[in-house]
């Protein structure tokens, strides 16, 4: 067993609150965070945050509605299936399903119009709009499967973008999976961005939700973690950390601390101004990581989607126009409530100029990594040396850049520093697959 230690974590998202919880048991935490409340990309309207916008009256208190993270994939979420069990979070299936629309014409998932309320006429003319999309994602599922992995590495998604509607497709998945601007999607490394893809277009999926909102699941760890001793520092932006001979040294709003080790859980971006010392590797390795600012945005607003003729919207509704692209999430589906229901809700990014403003209820910022090939090729190299000069470094963009990757990268720090390890079942393991 190790001896117990006084660690600093530095980042409450979802890294940082899985990492605060599997090190409290076993030795003193304490976790900093600059923002006012934690989550990072969980934002629950109704749980960890109130609404901000004009529309705020359309909220109902009862009903929460999600403004980041908002859905889970339960067969490849194997870390992050183990946790919500350990918390006692309820997860419940969701049935989700697709459509892109751009100028010259709108695409449905097959699942979508098998599923859909619409007279057959309209359903054969959406199969038959869809049928030339079906050979390209075949060749795209093939070239995928056959792909040595150390080449991905190298390649940009440009390279792995078909031409069309299922390329444009692509890329607001891409939007919505990794909060990265459309226009950025082409330099997503193919390493991060082909599996991931690949398994959204072409496997089948079971996805779920978490019942009250995905804030649930930071109550719940955070309470326990405190029940340990853990101590959470809110408020309070990191302005330097600094190693020496026996420990670390956090400079704070607080003042200065010193702890025996730190836990980076922050955006990639932060990590070279934290670092007060970093040497020649630390450079090099994190110098070539960087972040961006983008927002979501819950709404009221169906406007946009009649005035596209939209007679069936989807759980996630894509849109690719002039250049720009991003998504819409109908909360109706997401968050489990009637979609029939007269007040349809809405989370979208990317595409502030098709919502009307005085219907926007909540507008929450996001800080995001910037993907690049340059910084992948780093990301080896700091998952090796973890731990070096007692600085350990912890998130999803170590991962597959979704939550299973900050939940699997905070386990694997909280496992070496002798916490406690995340129980992962056979079932977890082999959980079913639904068709989607």
Known sequence: MSPRRDIAIVGGGAAGIAACYLLAPAHRVTLYERAPILGGHIRTV??????????????????????????????????????????????????????LYRPDGAWHAPGLVRRARQPWPWRLRALAAGLPLVPARLRFDRRARAVDPAELRLQPMADWL????????????????????????????????????????????????????????????????????????????????????????????????????????????????????????EVRRFGALGDHETHTTVHADRGFLDARGVVE??????????????????????????????????????????????????RQPHIAPRYTVDALAHRDGIIAHNGHRQTWVAGAWLGDGLHEGAISSAARVAAALGGRRLTISRATRSSPRAPG
């Open 46 to 99: 109704g749980g960890n945050v109130a609404p901000n916008g004009p529309a705020a009256s359309a909220f109902d208190p009862a009903r929460p509605l999600e403004a980041g993270v908002v859905e889970f994939e339960r067969s490849s979420f194997v870390c992050f299936t183990a946790l919500m069990a350990e918390l006692d979070v309820e997860l419940r299936p969701v049935r989700l399903s697709t459509s």
């Open 313 to 362: 919207p989807t759980a996630f509704d894509l849109f690719v126009e002039g250049g720009r692209g991003g998504y819409n999430a109908l909360l109706n589906d997401v968050c489990g409530y009637d979609r029939r229901a007269e007040t349809r809700f809405g989370l979208s990014l990317g595409i502030d100029h098709l919502i009307d403003p005085a219907r926007v209820i909540h």
């Open 162 to 281: 078909p031409a069309g509607p299922l390329g444009d497709w692509i890329r607001a998945l891409m939007t919505y999976a990794w909060s990265v601007p459309y226009a950025e999607t082409r330099a997503v490394p193919a390493a991060l961005g082909v599996p991931v893809q690949r398994h959204f277009l072409c496997d089948p999926l079971d996805w779920v939700r978490i019942v009250g909102g995905v804030s649930t699941w930071i109550d719940r760890a955070i309470e326990r973690a405190r029940g340990h001793g853990a101590q959470i520092r809110c408020a309070t932006p990191v302005d330097a950390i600094r190693r020496t001979g026996d420990g670390i040294t956090i400079e704070s709003a607080d003042g200065i601390a010193r702890h025996d080790a730190v836990v980076l859980a922050t955006s990639p971006g932060q990590i070279p101004r934290l670092l007060a010392d970093p040497d020649g590797d």
